[in-house]
């Protein structure tokens, strides 16, 4: 049974690209958290979604900032336009309900050049 | 914000136990308390949840004072791996409300000692 697989595990993009994050949960669960960790600081909350639906984006930044999770596919936060602010370990994690315990993935690592 | 309070840091011993405080005075009767830790900055792994009972499992033991307000993760035998930041998380489990979120607070790093 795989983990919570997140690819990619390295990206970097120039000022003013647009940064794809993907997240494959693991087999069965249907709840995806996402997470940033700047360096030298704590896990941050960002999103909580379940398939389709948004639940809790409270710790999204208002602007540049996205995430889906379709029916079909992994999760994806998209990041437009990233700014050197950006870079961070984003880290996504799986539970098959909004209860007990969640899995993280490895972690994508975004450098902004 | 984290409703936990945990030392900054401690240091354990090869092959001894590792005893880890944590602060949750004002935990609610249905949030748990969860554990996870952070091996340099690899995705965090969990490690034990509990609500009242005492629990454990493969990988460590959590008690939990009979009026809940604080735990401690016990670390039978700490190895150089287990060396990590160690997260104590008090959180709900009803997803209507907004306390099922995993809050990270600062954590313990737990040096383990050759």
């Known amino acids: 049974n795989a983990g919570v697989m997140q690819n990619p595990r390295h990206l970097v993009r120039r000022r003013g690209q647009e940064a794809r994050l993907r997240c494959s949960p693991m087999k069965g669960h249907s709840h995806v958290y996402w997470y940033r960790q700047l360096p030298e600081e704590g896990l941050k909350f960002m999103v909580y979604?379940?398939?389709?639906?948004?639940?809790?984006e409270s710790g999204m930044p208002k602007e540049r900032f996205s995430a889906e999770f379709p029916k079909e596919g992994p999760s994806i936060l998209r990041i437009q336009q990233v700014v050197r602010g950006d870079s961070a370990a984003y880290f996504c994690a799986s539970s098959p309900s909004g209860a007990g315990e969640a899995f993280f993935g490895q972690g994508t690592r975004l450098t902004v050049v | 914000d984290a409703k936990t309070t945990q030392p900054p840091s401690m240091d354990c011993a090869e092959g001894r136990a590792a005893n880890l405080p944590c602060n949750h005075s004002t935990i609610s009767g249905n949030e748990y308390v969860y554990w996870y830790r952070q091996i340099h900055s690899q995705g965090p792994q969990y490690i034990i949840h509990g609500l009242k009972n005492n629990e454990t499992n493969e990988m460590a033991s959590l008690i939990i004072t009979e009026d809940r307000k604080s735990s401690t993760l016990i670390l039978p035998h700490a190895t150089l791996r287990d060396t990590a930041v160690y997260y104590c998380?008090?959180?709900?489990?009803?997803?209507?409300?907004?306390?099922?979120?995993?809050?990270f607070g600062k954590g313990t790093l737990l040096t383990v000692n050759p």
């Open positions: 979604l379940q398939k389709e639906n948004i639940i809790d």
């Open positions: 998380i008090v959180r709900g489990q009803n997803s209507g409300g907004s306390n099922y979120k995993l809050t």
